[in-house]
C-alpha cells in the first residue's frame, strides 16, 4: 500500500530556506504526485500546492507561490517542498500526502506524518 | 477566516448522533466534491469521507455525510470516545483555484 516518509523537523531562522522530504513507497511515483499542507501551531489546515507527476505539472497556493518549489525525483521516489524566505508565521507542521493522478478535484490519502518546521531567530 | 465555514466545537455523549456542518459557495461546494478529514490528538490527518458521501475501506459506517446545493454534512452515529479528534471539510475551489480547507470542528464526546 502507499506509504510517505518524511524528513524530520527542522529550526531555521527568518529568511532562511528549508527543504522537506516525502519519501513513497508502493507506487510509482512517475505516474502520481503529492500535495502539501500545513498546519500552523494550533490551527487548521492550509494548502500549499501539489506536484503532479501524472500531468507534469505543479500548482502553488497563491500565498505561498512566489516562494515555495515542489520536486520529485523519481529515482529515489521522493518528493521535495522547499520554502524560501521564511517568517515566524511559516511556523507549522508540514505534511505531505498522496492524491492520485489529477491532484486537482482529487482527495489526499494517505498521508505522511508531519515535519515540524521551526522559524525563530 | 476559511473559505468553507464549520463550526468550532461539537459535543455528544456516547451512544449519540452528532452532525457537522460545512458551508461553502458556488465556485467550491457548489462545484465540487467535498471530502472529510479526521485529525487525532497529536497525528496526521485521515480521510474519512470522499466525493460527498463515500467512505474508504475501513471507516465504519457510523460515519455518513451528504452535500447538497453549497452545503454539506458529516454525521456520526453510536459516537464513542474515540471518535475525539477535529474535523475538517474540504474542497477544490474554482475561483480561487486551489483547494480550501474548513476550520476545522473539535468534537467532544462528554
Known amino acids: 500500500q502507499v506509504q510517505l516518509v518524511q524528513s524530520g523537523a527542522e529550526v531555521k531562522k527568518p529568511g532562511a530556506s528549508v527543504k522537506v522530504s516525502c519519501k513513497a513507497s508502493g507506487y510509482t511515483v512517475s505516474n502520481y504526485g503529492v500535495t502539501w499542507v500545513r498546519q500552523a501551531p494550533g490551527q487548521g489546515l492550509e494548502w500549499m500546492g501539489w506536484?503532479?507527476?501524472?500531468?507534469?505539472?505543479?500548482k502553488y497556493a497563491q500565498k505561498v507561490q512566489d516562494r515555495v518549489t515542489m520536486t520529485t525525483d523519481t529515482s529515489t521516489s521522493t518528493f521535495y517542498m522547499e520554502l524560501r524566505s521564511l517568517r515566524s508565521d511559516d511556523t507549522a507542521v508540514y505534511y505531505c500526502a498522496y492524491c492520485g493522478g489529477d491532484c486537482q478535484y482529487n482527495w489526499f490519502d494517505p498521508w505522511g506524518q508531519g515535519t515540524l518546521v521551526t522559524v525563530s531567530s | 477566516q476559511s473559505v468553507l465555514t464549520q463550526p468550532s466545537s461539537a459535543s455528544g455523549t456516547p451512544g449519540q448522533r452528532v452532525t457537522i456542518s460545512c458551508s461553502g459557495g458556488?465556485?467550491?461546494?457548489?462545484?465540487?466534491?467535498v471530502n472529510w478529514y479526521r485529525q487525532l490528538p497529536g497525528t496526521a490527518p485521515k480521510l474519512l469521507i470522499y466525493?460527498?458521501?463515500q467512505r474508504p475501506s475501513g471507516v465504519p459506517d457510523r460515519f455518513s455525510a451528504s452535500k447538497s446545493g453549497s452545503s454539506a454534512s458529516l454525521a456520526i452515529s453510536g459516537l464513542q470516545s474515540e471518535d475525539e479528534a477535529d474535523y475538517y471539510c474540504?474542497?477544490?475551489?474554482?475561483?480561487?483555484?486551489?483547494?480550501?480547507f474548513g476550520g476545522g470542528t473539535k468534537l467532544t464526546v462528554l
Open positions: 466525493s460527498n458521501d
Open positions: 506536484i503532479s507527476t501524472y500531468k507534469g505539472n505543479t
Open positions: 474540504a474542497a477544490w475551489d474554482e475561483s480561487l483555484k486551489g483547494e480550501v
Open positions: 458556488s465556485s467550491n461546494l457548489g462545484s465540487n466534491s
